[in-house]
């Protein structure tokens, strides 16, 4: 994905106004703008990657990025590689001690939704990298077209084919730097695969002001994320996040295809292909 963009033919004006982005010169005076919420447990090298992508955007100084994590997990620790881009990046940190409680997603996206400081909140995975200019491109677009919006947004992505992303993360040496140069250009050469599945919940933004959330991501005793210890499911808490906004602020909005192509997911071995949750470094 190349970091020129030219104008394409493009029968929704809309869509049109995006390609040409308009608003460029007026993204400078956003600070702090969008708080990038993940949550890292045995992905800290797919982490790297992803801290990496946002070191490079042309706009870093837009972000907060809030990582809730285990103390002393992985290879690097969390803490090793929170500290090594702490010089770069504006980073938030969250750490939990009950491992049965950090495993049930919607709770730590409870705690990350109550401490937001920021105008907006994307939820997301720390195994993405993002193209250069999506943050912002992102600031400007939520700014100019989604200024009040009570729904929330989200896009696809991109994935790598999961053999051709091992070997891409396995290629490259991180003991002497946590730092991947072009961290979104090297996944971008990589074969590709377009994703939908938003129920994931790596992409879920939300105005913090405006958006009916009544101050948590969901109910603790409604949590459905208890599935992931008997059945090794996918977190079930994203989905009954998304459905609540809706009911009460309107339908999900799309954001337009640029945007899929601007976020690869780095695939990696799952739970289900194993019958277990797995404690591997990914």
């Known amino acids: 994905m190349s970091t ?33 919420a993940v949550q890292c447990h045995n992905y800290q090298r797919r982490f790297c990657w992803m801290l990496s992508s946002l070191c490079e955007q042309t706009k ?5 990025v809030d990582v809730a994590h285990l103390a002393n997990n992985g290879l690097p620790r969390t803490e090793d ?15 939990w001690t009950d491992y049965s ?6 709770l730590v996206r ?45 896009s696809g992505r991109i994935s790598n084919p999961k053999e051709a992303a091992i070997e891409l993360v396995d290629s490259v040496s991180l003991e002497r730097s946590h730092f991947v140069h072009d961290a979104f250009g090297l996944a971008d050469k990589l074969p590709k695969i377009k994703r939908n599945n938003v129920g994931a919940g790596f992409s879920q933004i939300i105005n913090v002001r405006e958006a009916p959330h009544e101050g948590y991501y969901v109910p603790p005793k409604e949590n459905r994320d208890w599935t992931w210890e008997k059945r090794h499911q996918k977190t079930k808490s994203d989905a009954q996040f998304r459905r ?9 909005q ?7 192509d601007g976020l690869i997911h780095l695939n990696h071995h799952r739970d ?11």
Not at 81 to 89: E, G, K
Not at 118 to 141: G, Q
Not at 272 to 282: A, C, I, M, V
């Open 4 to 36: 020129t963009h030219s104008v394409s033919r493009c029968n929704n004006p809309q869509e049109l106004a995006l390609e040409i982005w308009p608003y460029r010169t007026k993204v400078a005076c956003f600070m702090s703008f969008i708080t990038v």
């Open 60 to 64: 870093s100084d837009l972000l907060i």
């Open 81 to 95: 590689v929170i500290a090594s881009f702490a010089s770069r990046l504006k980073v938030k940190t969250s750490l």
């Open 101 to 106: 409680q950090f495993q049930r997603r919607g």
């Open 110 to 154: 409870n705690r990350q939704l109550t401490e937001c400081s920021t105008e907006w909140l994307l939820f997301a995975d720390c195994d993405m990298v993002y193209h250069p200019e999506y943050f912002e491109r992102l600031a400007a677009d939520l700014t100019h077209l989604h200024a009040s919006a009570r729904y929330m947004l989200s």
């Open 244 to 252: 609540r906004i809706a009911r009460a602020g309107g339908p999900r």
């Open 254 to 260: 799309r954001l337009p295809r640029w945007y899929t």
């Open 272 to 282: 289900k292909e194993f019958g277990r949750h797995l404690e591997d470094q990914r």
